[in-house]
């Protein structure tokens, strides 16, 4: 029954990527400090994660600390930091017992060596996860991944190592963080912002767009519902015609 459902979907989703946004907001207004905001929003996450499996998403990409978020008050990055280092830590039998494989995307030479020991352990343990990839984007700047790609590439072609002639799109993404993970589907933003604040530039090239007025804190299943429910109403184009959509003729992307 699932599957030919799935099968009748206009728009298959294998990837959703989240900005996980309105947490200070959430604590403010109940006036909690910023900090209990992300531990709420911790449970946001676990939920989203049951949901997602539930439903047969294989990619999950979470905003968790962009390159940015560096500059916030030293007391509330030390404390998300200090999260995640618990989220890994109560989450590996989970991971380890969902299927879930974790990879984190970002600039790691800026986080701490616990969080990147941390990191590299759980990466591990669960590289044979195969239910549900959960992307991780931590000290990550979608500029910023696109200028570390470049600057790698540009290094094996001043060596003679790679031909210039080779690098097409394809070529390209897989200098960046997010080599062989396709890309998103769809883009869903909390907390009724509607901006892309740097997360998966290149990847959100054709990614669907979804904006939810809860702040991350009270996002849940339900919420998650309506965001899917709207994704299958789009007609994505890829710049095509529908005409050529419509034909059973694969066009040349
Ligand atoms: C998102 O919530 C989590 C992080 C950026 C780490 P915010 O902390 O940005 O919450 P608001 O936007 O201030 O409400
Ligand atoms: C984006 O949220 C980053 C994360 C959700 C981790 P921000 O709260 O940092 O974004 P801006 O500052 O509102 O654009
Ligand atoms: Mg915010």
Redesign the pocket.
Known sequence: MENQHKSERKAPLQHLAII?????????KRSLP?IS??QQ?VQAVVQTVDECIKVGIRYLSL????SE?WG?PQK?VDA?MELLLQFLSSQRQRMLDGGIRLRVIGDRSRLSESVCAAIAVAEAETATGETLTMILALSYGGRDEILRAAKQLAGQAIRGEIDLQEIDNKKFSTYLDTAEIPEPDLLIRT?G?RRISNFLLWQTAYAEFYFSEV??PDFDAAELHKALADYQQRKRRFGLTDDQLDSDIDPQL
């Open positions: 996980m946004d309105g947490n200070g907001r959430w604590a403010k910023r905001g992300h929003g905003f968790a600390f962009s978020n916030r509330e998300l907390s912002e702040f991350w």
